[in-house]
């Protein structure tokens, strides 16, 4: 099964801009859903992104239709076709517009199922960070990337936000009635630390770091990363971040260990997507191993 990010998001107050929310608080929400999974990626030498700069601004985004849209149209210029780690099956593809609309409007629906204004309310929190230049415009996305809080299964991998819901409502849902009504709004940690299995826990990962061609080399993934941590401490109360980076990207795994202080916690075999430029989609590799990675904040 294919399957893109995690998740659930958590909104805030939406500004005038079609991106951005300028409130900082973060409310609880629910999913049971999931596609596809991106890896955390870095679009320049660790060198040049550690740097930091005064000119980023760093926001969460909405979940408006407008900028999911536009999310997903940068996810697919900067992730998909723009990364320094190839992930074209064919290099040689030339994509066509009809080909990028596909796979734009692929993104879209997976991010507004994730992100997006919907009614009701998601289990697991999640949210999406992009990157503006301070006082520039705010359409013009430098960088982004995501939290989301997941499952870990000890030295086997982050659990998807579909597996991650599951294993959390059958715990609830195998107690009897008075139980149940006790932990009706229990957090995720007390699920996970008093029903679940030891070896599985609750962890907030990050994903789908990503800078365009036009804004590398001017600290946006450091800014990122840094806001990332902020968030994560401050308005989640995690003490550690994880992330999933494949084994192959030299450049990525360089930066979250040398220069962002991550650590290996363990390697693994893992199903990947690489993009089918031809027809417009997504396509599954099996033979990939993926690190993952843990950083006190």
């Known amino acids: 099964m294919m399957y893109i990010t995690i998740i659930a998001l958590l909104f805030c107050m939406v500004d005038k801009s079609w991106a951005f929310s300028t409130s900082q608080s973060i409310s609880r929400s629910k999913s049971t859903t999931q596609q596809y999974m991106f890896f955390a990626d870095t679009p320049a030498t660790a060198e040049d992104e550690i740097q930091s700069s005064s000119n980023v601004q760093v926001q969460i985004m909405s979940g408006s239709d407008e900028s999911m849209t536009k999310a997903a149209q940068f996810m697919v210029e900067s992730f998909w076709l723009g990364s320094p780690q190839q992930l074209l099956i064919d290099e040689s593809d030339d994509v066509s517009e009809s080909s990028k609309s596909s796979l734009i409007s692929i993104q879209k629906d997976d991010l507004m199922e994730k992100y997006g204004d919907r009614m009701g309310s998601r289990k697991l929190d999640a ?59 229990a957090s995720v940690f007390d699920i996970a630390n008093q029903l679940l299995s030891p070896d599985i826990t609750a962890i907030l990962s990050l994903s789908n770091l990503c800078v365009s061609d036009k804004h590398r080399r001017k600290g946006v993934a450091a800014a990122l990363c840094k806001e990332a941590e902020r968030v994560a401490k401050q308005e989640l109360g995690f003490d550690e971040m994880y992330l999933r980076v494949e084994v192959e990207n030299d450049a990525a795994k360089s930066l979250y260990e040398r220069k962002l202080g991550y650590e290996s916690v363990f390697e693994a075999p893992a199903t990947v997507l690489r993009v089918d430029g031809k027809r417009g989609g997504f396509v599954e590799l099996d033979d990939a191993d993926i690190a993952v990675l843990k950083k006190k904040i």
């Not at 982004?144 to 499952?151: D, G, I, K, S």
């Not at 819901?165 to 009706?184: C, D, H, I, N």
Request: overall charge negative.
């Open 127 to 185: 949210l999406v960070l992009a990157a503006v230049e301070e006082g520039g415009d705010t359409n013009d996305i430098m960088g982004l990337t995501t939290l989301e809080v997941r499952l870990l299964e000890n030295q086997k991998d982050i659990l998807s936000a579909e597996q991650s819901e599951f294993k959390l409502t059958q715990a609830v849902a195998s107690l009897g009635p008075k139980q149940r009504r006790e932990y009706k709004d």
